[in-house]
């Protein structure tokens, strides 16, 4: 018995491997936000991808026609929640905007039409393309178009939800409130839009000058 107790007591005053040990709970705790961090980024990296896809299929599906209601608008426009899962897409806005230039070369661009779809909370999300149907617009990445020419812009806002909300979390993504934005652009494949699909109203292009 006596030498049992002091088999445990040697047992006890043995300091060996401390050091290992220490180190180990030491680096598990620098791994720990290392390991959330990349799970976070691939995550962010692939929604991102997937909100591409959902801008350019959404494109793609308004130039299909030369003729929408905003009804069929709104149809389109549903798909992009699908196209994004599994992100939660509770919190997104699609911004359609139909740009003309007119007859004349020192003509400015011109928000033809212009129709916002979405739902949920996107932190004031804002074309910036145009203001508004019926503004003067800018193209990103395009400074002009040619005469009598239309192009139609998508606009994509989608809320990012990481998995551990966080401060830290939002500022290595440099998370925006208005949400991640994606833009594209295209010409309508079968001839251009003569019909505002909001209000219906035949357009009409000013110049501008």
Not at 5 to 18: I, K, P
Not at 105 to 118: E, F, M, P, V
Not at 131 to 139: E, L
Request: proline letters at 5%.
């Amino acid at each position: 018995m006596a030498a049992w107790r002091q088999r445990l007591a040697a047992f006890w005053r043995n300091d060996r491997g401390v050091a290992t040990i220490e180190f180990a709970l030491a680096l598990s705790l620098l791994l720990i936000p290392a390991f959330i961090g990349i799970v976070e980024l691939s995550r962010y990296v692939q929604m991102n991808e997937k909100l591409d896809d959902a801008a350019a299929q959404l494109l793609n599906a308004v130039n299909q026609s030369d003729a929408l209601t905003d009804a069929q608008l709104t149809y389109l426009a549903d798909a992009v929640p699908d196209i994004v899962k599994p992100f939660a897409a509770d919190g997104w806005v699609a911004i359609i905007t139909a740009v003309n230039k007119g007859p004349n070369d020192d003509c400015k661009l011109y928000a033809s039409w212009q129709s916002r779809k979405g739902s949920g909370d996107t932190g004031g999300a804002h074309s910036q393309v145009a203001d508004a149907s019926g503004k003067w617009a800018t193209i990103p990445g395009i400074t002009d178009l040619s005469t009598n020419d239309q192009v139609v812009t998508v606009e994509l806002y989608l809320q990012y939800k990481p998995l551990i909300p966080s401060q830290m979390v939002r500022d290595m993504l440099h998370l925006s409130p208005n949400g991640v934005y994606r833009f594209t652009v295209g010409r309508p494949r079968y001839g251009a839009f003569q019909n505002d699909p909001v209000t219906g109203a035949k357009i009409t292009i000013p110049c501008g000058t």
